[in-house]
């Protein structure tokens, strides 16, 4: 079956501090991965969008990997602001699944000042 | 370049009604997949649309269906409701036959069956 897990389920973190959101995956026949930012009751905003072919995507202050033989991702958040606050979402695209996304659970990550 | 837009972005429906879910997706996308996704849950894919014609299902029992129209615009139509529909209904378009897969979502509709 396939499966995405995320661990921490939620993570509170001072101001600042630099941190690591971990995705797992069970299948290493993926096409892609997406990582996705929540906020409450809000729809998903596209973080970062790793290929299968790439091992890892920045953009600004983020930093998402992918290792596709252990079946991992993590997303890297540099230099936290209480604005960072939100719940991550893990996506898999894996392949034979059409459009069908398979999401982990979420971080919820709270940034404090 | 417009996004994925929701109508409604809230709705409360009594157990047993019927309820429709619109979606508009972002220009030039010609897929268009629905995921329901209930509180402190991840999404769970319900459907996905291509060329109006369904091409992949979830587990998700037949009294959720769908429509997409030649706009490429959708509806997600939910008969019999039951307390567990209460969830935010999340629309995602993309173009079919870009390489990338990348999907965008839209803003979602809060469903609340009481």
């Known amino acids: 079956k396939q499966e995405v897990t995320q661990i921490p389920a939620a993570l509170s973190v001072p101001e600042g501090e630099n941190l690591v959101l971990n995705c797992s995956f069970t299948d290493s026949a993926i096409y892609n991965l997406q990582w996705f930012r929540q906020d409450p009751g809000k729809g998903l905003t596209s973080l970062l969008l790793?290929?299968?072919?790439?091992r890892e995507q920045t953009s600004g202050r983020l930093n998402a990997s992918l290792d596709k033989s252990s079946g991992r991702s993590t997303l890297y958040i540099a230099a936290s602001q209480p604005g960072d606050s939100a719940t991550y979402l893990c996506?898999?695209?894996?392949?034979?699944?059409?459009?069908?996304?398979?999401f982990g659970a979420g971080t919820r990550l709270a940034v404090h000042p | 370049e417009t996004g994925v837009t929701q109508s409604p972005t809230h709705l409360i429906k009594t157990r047993g009604q019927q309820v429709t879910l619109r979606c508009s997706s972002q220009?030039?996308?010609?897929?268009v997949s629905w995921y329901q996704q209930a509180l402190g849950q991840g999404p769970q894919f319900i459907f996905q649309?291509?060329?109006?014609?369904?091409?992949g299902r979830g587990n998700f029992p037949p009294r959720f269906s769908g429509l997409q129209f030649p706009n490429y615009s959708s509806e997600l139509n939910v008969n019999a409701l039951e307390l567990d529909d209460s969830a935010l209904y999340l629309c995602?378009?993309?173009?079919?036959?870009?390489?990338?897969?990348?999907?965008?979502f839209g803003p979602g509709t809060r469903l609340t069956v009481t």
């Open positions: 790793i290929q299968s072919s790439q």
């Open positions: 995602a378009s993309r173009s079919w036959g870009r390489s990338s897969y990348e999907q965008y």
């Open positions: 996506a898999v695209l894996f392949s034979g699944g059409y459009n069908k996304l398979i």
């Open positions: 649309y291509y060329r109006e014609e369904e091409n």
């Open positions: 220009s030039g996308h010609n897929t």
